[in-house]
């Protein structure tokens, strides 16, 4: 099959079901990445439009492709140790937290392939050592949550791990597994993944000392991020942090919490 071209009929379709399904309002200058990710899915179901793959999404006999297109159409290039600033401060908070017996809990909230959650549980392994602590990893695409359970990579997408966590936390492949990297058995069962849909109710899953949610607000409108960031910080404990990108604001968005610095926010 040749590559289809997508009309902008059947582009404002899928804006619409993205919308609906996740809340990510997509751009005019996202045709051409829509197009792009959809294309191999028309070809495994054998349709010949986009508009005829948006009846079948919509259907409701095919819960498996909506489920795919979810994820073409969700996934976001991540790495280790993005935006180091915000390691720095949660080693901080969990120095702070190893003079206390409680359990300290961290969410990546919109996790991808884990890159996140894992830089997360490097620094609590770190500082905790022995104390308790767990981290939750979360996004609304089953395909990258796959991936992150597994906890294997390549190692251009490692590059930010510092020397004495990629001595301590991963094992370099060797042979077939060249040029990838495993991260170690007993950091990735310390991580627990799930799938989460931030637009919708949320499942139980406790109370949180910081949660991370950095990089996804972007891609809503403002009423969207409303609603998600009031959802997640309900699940933010009194004193707890909250982290977002470092092109994000929460100016407009909500009261809830106090701003401690550029990204990083406290909740009273």
């Known amino acids: 099959m040749n590559l289809l071209s997508i009309t902008d009929q059947e582009f404002t379709q899928f804006q619409h079901f993205i919308f609906e399904a996740a809340g990510i309002s997509l751009s005019s200058s996202k045709k051409a990445l829509v197009s792009g990710r959809l294309a191999k899915r028309l070809q495994y ?50 120095l702070a937290a190893a003079k206390r017996a409680q359990l300290f809990r961290v969410w990546s909230a919109a996790s991808s392939t884990g890159e996140e959650a894992y830089s997360i ?56 597994q060249q040029d990838t990297l495993l991260i170690e058995r007993s950091l990735r069962n310390k991580v627990r993944f799930i799938q989460v849909n931030l637009n919708a109710a949320l499942p139980e899953l406790g109370l ?5 949610l950095r990089n996804v607000m972007i891609y809503f409108n403002d009423e969207t991020k409303r609603q998600v960031v009031t959802r997640v910080l309900s699940l933010l404990k009194p004193g707890g942090f909250f982290c977002v990108g470092h092109s994000e604001s929460l100016n407009e968005i909500t009261n809830a919490v106090q701003m401690l610095s550029p990204s990083i926010y406290r909740k009273p």
């Open 45 to 94: 179901c054998q349709i010949a439009s986009y508009g005829a793959y948006f009846k079948l999404l919509t259907s409701g006999h095919a819960p498996d492709e909506v489920q795919a297109a979810v994820d073409l159409l969700t996934t976001n290039e991540t790495y280790f140790f993005r935006e180091a600033s915000h390691f720095d401060f949660l080693r901080e908070q969990a």
């Open 208 to 212: 949180f000392d910081v949660i991370f």
């Open 121 to 176: 549980a490097m620094v609590l392994a770190d500082c905790l050592e022995n104390r308790p602590w767990e981290v939750i990893g979360s996004d609304i695409s089953s395909r990258v949550l796959q991936g992150a359970c597994s906890g294997h990579y390549s190692l251009q997408r490692t590059r930010d791990i510092p020397p004495s966590y990629l001595r301590r936390f991963c094992l370099k492949g060797i042979g077939a």
